[in-house]
């Protein structure tokens, strides 16, 4: 007999130890399997091995209720399916709930871009502003659409895994997978000039193995460079809520649009599935189609 969030214990445990998931991914299924534990709480059975099909089917009800999104619904479907198939490896239960639930159907969207205009801008120095601060994210920018990586690939970059001799980041990405993504010439140049006249004003001395840092002299959180990059976004007059991943869109949208293949982008943005990368076609079936509709005699 098990309580659930003991299950749960072990089964956060296994996710570190075990399959060695990254911490984002960690947190993820600690934050939808804890709301699943606090529903239970208030009207389900404490101990696992009680928990039925009719207690989940009340869980995404509630959920459905509250607002939350069928994407958000979707994940936690995924991660609750999880958890139940290790506490059955482990003979916590004898099946799982999970079993005969479908997670709620969701829509692909497609994913929102920047146009090239918008980036130039975005990337464009402030003018007058020169500070320590305004160079480093200034090169974290330039960075981030030279590569198209992850937020927290960008902020967690040590300084080993940049090569500006060659051009390139090392990034140790999503399951442990190491990729290379090239960067260019200019890129280079702003990230050199904030390693020249910022970092040593920010760091004062102190030792870091991050590229980019605090003014704590620590690596800088996902959520502050969220905050940088909006707060960048209005003062070059982006009338959109651009994201560190906007930018991982644009990227890849802007270099299908250019001639890119799809295996060479995939290989750039860490996909596992080239399936996932194919969403960007139709980011630019759709410039074609209003490109045809603008100039074609019959469009």
């Known amino acids: 007999m098990s309580d659930f969030l003991s299950s749960l214990d072990l089964f956060l445990q296994h996710l570190i130890v075990e399959r060695r998931l990254a911490d984002n991914t960690i947190e993820s299924y600690h934050s939808d399997l804890s709301f699943f534990s606090n529903f239970l709480q208030k009207t389900g059975p404490k101990n696992i091995s009680a928990i039925e099909p009719a207690h989940v089917q009340a869980f995404l009800a509630d959920c459905h209720h509250r607002g939350i999104s069928a994407r958000s619904n979707s994940r936690r479907v995924a991660a609750l399916r999880a958890f139940f198939s290790f506490a059955g490896s482990r003979n916590l239960v004898q099946g799982n709930p999970l079993a005969h639930i479908n997670a709620p159907k969701i829509g692909r969207t497609l994913p929102r871009a920047l146009s090239i205009k918008e980036v130039d801008a975005l990337l464009a120095l402030p003018s007058g502003k020169t500070g320590p601060l305004v160079l480093r994210n200034h090169a974290m920018l330039h960075l981030l659409y030279a590569t198209g990586i992850r937020v927290s690939e960008l902020v967690m970059l040590p300084v080993t895994g940049c090569n500006l001799t060659s051009c390139h980041v090392r990034i140790l990405g999503k399951g442990g997978k190491e990729r290379m993504v090239p960067f260019n010439e200019t890129t280079r140049e702003t990230i050199e000039d904030y390693l020249q006249r910022a970092k040593p004003l920010i760091l004062r001395g102190r030792?870091?193995?991050?590229?980019?840092?605090?003014?704590?002299?620590?690596?800088?959180?996902?959520?502050?460079?969220?905050?940088i990059i909006r707060e960048r976004a209005t003062a070059a007059g982006i009338n959109k809520k651009v994201s560190p991943h906007m930018m991982r869109h644009s990227f890849a949208t802007h270099l299908l649009a250019g001639g890119a293949d799809l295996r060479s982008v995939q290989?750039?943005?860490?996909?596992?599935?080239?399936s996932t990368t194919q969403i960007y076609t139709h980011v630019d079936a759709t410039r074609l189609k209003s490109i045809h509709q603008r100039f074609h005699p019959r469009g």
């Not at 030792?207 to 905050?227: A, D, I, T």
């Not at 290989?267 to 080239?274: A, E, R, T």
């Open 207 to 227: 030792p870091c193995p991050f590229l980019f840092v605090s003014n704590r002299g620590k690596e800088l959180s996902r959520s502050r460079f969220w905050q």
């Open 267 to 274: 290989m750039m943005l860490g996909h596992s599935d080239i």
